[in-house]
């Protein structure tokens, strides 16, 4: 086979959210054209990431999934890390020079490609976007990557006009001058201390700022000292990949790409983006990144046989996120579904706390409709027939694959863009419930836009999740299901000819 001269690299962190729909875009692009990628990955990531990809070519297409190459850099065991950024400026070095490269997972060696006309990288990668300019100034054009809703993106890390902080980082550094605090202790008091201010941004109702954070997080202290240095970032990369469906938050979209064209940059949304082989290559190949792929097929199809179609409860927060602030109001909440007896799956995949105790367990056991699973076969479980609603955390991920499978989401935010995505769905377009009950510490305090104040008791948790649930199970559920069946054919038709996201990834790949 030929090697189509148009090379891109891609780098996402290592987290699955961030990695996961990168990979399927990059899949998407050597089908669209004459295209040769270099996804750097973990190697912590790097069978999940070949899996990933075999989700998305069918028999036959071998030459096109040629087209990619996944190329591990080394061990990195969370995210980022000094190490994982010398790693990729090491990569990075050969790559720009028409080196070979050797797969540290694999002991692979790939030979020289051209120098790459792009490279699309995770927003997070402050020291890596540094190490490309250096290394190859202007030659290749740097995206960033931003793997979550794009409404968030505005307060977190925009420009004041779309409601953001503009740049922290000169503010942080004169307080650290001032008071002789550190860096980190500086920046965690600005970015994640919320002090009652209103945030606007486009599309969205006015919240209060300890809104956008409901839950306690386990943050890793590297984190203070990165967000301070994102908005310089998104504010000299050559343009913005957003993971999102234009469909799903038009507002947010357009004011992301007024934003960019200020700089005459390209801002293009994408998502949904999930495999795009056939539903059976898809799902074989996701089996392979859960050891009790096969049981939970098995429970699946137990559960439609004897509760009938989208009885079931799916709960998860993803690969990372898990309630560390009040781990017994999950608990709290497996109390009532058992006693409503609606059968359910929970995943627990977070690395931090997702302990179940041997008590619940055992529990769990004795109930019989319901499966603990560390980490589970997402879009198998939401495009079963017998899943009907799905307790989730709100990240975008999740999200996109949710209203792709129609499934609608019951959300239990964190932080992130997770707050504004269940205000999203909960309150703007209606296709599903948010759970506030379940909040802690700031996230105890009045919402704006009721002006009511969650009480946390476990009481009231239960109080709430029960009637969730019986609401989503009944007629009002229906309802939101209905409107939710209406959105989804709407994101499902941004990949098809002549969709949005179809249209925006051809004009990027027919800019190289």
């Not at 009790?292 to 097929?297: D, H």
């Not at 109930?367 to 589970?376: C, E, H, N, V």
């Not at 709430?464 to 559920?477: N, T």
């Amino acid at each position: 086979m030929t090697t189509p001269l148009t090379h891109i690299v891609g780098y996402p962190y290592q987290a699955w959210g961030h990695a996961r729909p990168l990979t399927n875009l990059f899949a998407r692009f050597v089908k669209l054209r004459p295209v040769t990628v270099t996804l750097i990955a973990t190697n912590g990531f790097y069978d999940r990431v070949k899996n990933e990809l075999a989700r998305s070519f069918d028999a036959g297409e071998e030459e096109l999934a040629a087209c990619i190459r996944v190329i591990a850099i080394g061990d990195i065991e969370f995210f980022f890390s000094p190490e994982g950024d010398e790693q990729f400026k090491t990569a990075w070095q050969s790559i720009i020079a028409e080196e070979e490269l050797v797969c540290t997972k694999t002991g692979t060696r790939y030979a020289p490609l051209p120098k790459p006309k792009a490279i699309i990288i995770d927003f997070f990668a402050i020291e890596p976007f540094h190490a490309i300019k250096a290394l190859s100034g202007n030659t290749v054009k740097v995206f960033s990557w931003h793997p979550g809703l794009t409404y968030a993106l505005f307060h977190l890390f925009g420009p004041e006009h779309v409601g953001g902080r503009g740049n922290l980082l000169p503010l942080i550094e004169e307080k650290v001058r001032q008071t002789g605090r550190s860096f980190g202790e500086v920046s965690r008091e600005i970015h994640f201390t919320p002090t009652g201010t209103l945030v606007r941004v486009p599309g969205m109702p006015p919240m209060y700022d300890h809104e956008l954070h409901p839950q306690v997080l386990a943050i890793p202290e590297d984190m203070y000292t990165l967000f301070p240095r994102v908005y310089q970032t998104f504010e000299a990369t050559d343009g913005l990949f957003m993971f999102t469906p234009t469909s799903y938050e038009p507002e947010a979209v357009a004011a992301a790409k007024g934003w960019f064209a200020e700089k005459g940059r390209p801002a293009y949304a994408v998502g949904p983006l999930l495999p795009s082989a056939s539903k059976t290559t898809a799902a074989v190949n996701e089996r392979k990144q859960s050891a009790e792929s096969s049981q939970i097929q098995e429970f699946l199809d137990a559960t439609l046989k004897i509760s009938g179609e989208k009885s079931l409860l799916y709960i998860s927060f993803g690969s990372i996120f898990w309630p560390v602030g009040k781990p017994e109001s999950i608990w709290a909440a497996l109390d009532v579904i058992m006693e409503l007896k609606i059968p359910f799956i929970l995943s627990h995949a977070s690395p931090f706390a997702a302990k179940i105790p041997d008590e619940i367990q055992e529990k769990v056991k004795a109930y019989g409709k319901g499966f603990l699973s560390p980490w589970t076969p997402q879009q198998l479980i939401l495009d079963h027939p017998a899943t009907g609603w799905f307790i989730a955390h709100g990240g975008h991920n999740g999200v996109t694959e949710a209203l792709s499978a129609g499934v609608p989401q019951i959300l239990w935010p964190f932080g992130g863009d997770q707050p504004q995505n269940a205000v999203h769905i909960a309150d703007q377009l209606q296709i599903g419930y948010e759970l506030l009950e379940v909040r802690t510490a700031d996230g105890l305090k009045p919402i704006y836009r009721t002006g009511y104040t969650p009480k946390g008791t476990i009481e009231a948790i239960k109080a709430e999740v029960r009637e969730v649930l019986q609401k989503a199970f009944g007629e009002d559920g229906a309802k939101k299901r209905a409107k939710l069946e209406v959105l989804r054919k709407s994101v499902n038709g941004e990949w098809e000819e002549g969709g949005t996201s179809r249209k925006e990834a051809a004009a990027f790949l027919d800019s190289l």
